[in-house]
């Protein structure tokens, strides 16, 4: 496994004013330790990801042949273990929030300071050390999760992505194999606030997680409810 602390990260800055990006970021980047490689398109992206996938993507929201947001969220289920930084001078609360809820790890605003994207990458980098690490974590056998907790691997080999609110759930039921678990402690891997979280919402997504299971693999997931108490997950 790639020590992201310790090792240059490889950074790929997406932006397509070529003076900003070749002149004064990636020099500057550079300087701090990384290894960026800059690019002025999506497509150009497009490219790089089929060589092989950097550890942290910077990318402006303008871009000359995408919409930021949504490349933002493409590249989150896609590829859910790199780190995305969003860099843009749109600085509205609007924006911000759907960059982050896109699939952004954060959100940054030009003009930026060049010390608070290199703190801002470094911390990113340290988060995604410690999520790398959780990829050793395995389930009871022919179950495990793997890229940090975002892929369920069935015994078939086949993987499942999760989604923001399915992975903790997962974690939680594979953790606790063979235990039934309570419906308020699986809420509260969704939520701070539990009291006003729709317990209809937890059966749609083990639901929705079943059907996903199911389809992708040649073993359904083995996770039964347990009437009045909880679930339990035992393979």
């Known amino acids: ?9 490889r950074v790929a800055l997406l932006e397509d004013d070529a003076v900003l990006r070749e002149r004064i970021l990636s020099p500057r980047l550079r300087d ?12 150009a992206l497009e490219r790089l990801l089929l060589a092989g996938v950097p550890d942290i993507i910077v990318l402006d929201v303008g871009l000359p042949d995408a919409d930021g947001f949504d490349l933002a969220q493409s590249l989150r ?9 969003m860099l843009t001078g749109r600085e509205s609360p609007h924006d ?10 954060a959100y940054l605003t030009k003009p930026v ?15 995604l050390q410690a999520v790398m ?4 974590f395995a389930s009871p056998p ?8 975002w892929r369920l691997m069935a015994p078939c080999g086949q993987a499942v992505l999760l989604t923001r609110s399915e992975r903790p759930l997962v974690r939680c039921l594979i953790q606790h194999a063979g235990q039934v678990v309570g419906r308020d ?17 937890l059966d749609s997504l083990i639901h929705r997680l079943r059907r996903k299971v199911a389809a992708a693999s040649a073993h359904p997931f083995p996770l039964s409810a347990v009437h009045g108490a909880g679930y339990v997950f035992a393979p």
């Open 1 to 9: 496994m790639k020590d992201l602390e310790n090792a240059s990260l």
């Open 32 to 43: 701090h330790g990384f290894d960026v490689i800059g690019l002025g398109s999506a497509a």
């Open 77 to 85: 289920s896609r590829f859910p273990a790199v780190g995305v930084v």
């Open 96 to 105: 911000k929030v759907r960059g982050l809820v896109d699939g952004a790890d």
């Open 113 to 127: 300071e060049l010390g608070l994207l290199a703190a801002t990458l470094h911390s990113l980098a340290r988060r």
């Open 133 to 136: 690490a959780t990829d050793a």
């Open 142 to 149: 022919g179950w495990r999760l793997a890229g940090g907790g």
């Open 185 to 201: 402690a699986l809420i509260a891997t969704l939520t701070s606030n539990t009291f006003e979280f729709d317990t209809h919402r």
